[in-house]
């Protein structure tokens, strides 16, 4: 089994910033890409940030410039610096990862539970 744990959502006021956290854990076998999507009420699932092993980074340009994005390898985690942000941010936000849970096969996607980012005055 492989676990996605998100944390460092809450409430916080126009122009503030947080820190999300996901770290993956389970059998896994090798990582590929790591990365975070958000959605928001009445909204599809959108890409905020993903970042290979590699730290090749993609970012819809509405979050480039506030938002970035970072990874530590050898902890099998995650980092999203969000700064400047905007009420239109306020969105459950989820962490994913492409992984290798073995030698052999093909990667899949998993997902964490996801966490709330409010930005309210």
């Known amino acids: 089994q492989v676990q996605l744990v998100e944390s460092g959502g809450g409430l916080v006021q126009p122009g503030g910033s947080l820190r999300l956290s996901c770290v993956a854990s389970g059998n896994i076998f090798s990582i590929n890409t790591m990365g975070w999507f958000r959605q928001a009420p009445g909204k599809e699932r959108e890409l905020v940030a993903t970042?290979?092993?590699?730290?090749?980074?993609n970012q819809p340009d509405s979050v480039k410039g506030r938002f970035t994005i970072s990874r530590d390898n050898a902890r099998n985690t995650v980092y999203l610096q969000m700064n400047g942000l905007l009420p239109s941010d306020t969105a459950i936000y989820y962490c994913?990862?492409?992984?290798?849970?073995?030698?052999?096969?093909?990667?899949?996607?998993?997902w964490g539970q996801g966490t709330q980012v409010t930005v309210s005055s």
């Open positions: 970042i290979t092993a590699a730290g090749r980074i």
């Open positions: 994913n990862a492409n992984l290798f849970t073995g030698a052999y096969g093909r990667a899949s996607d998993y």
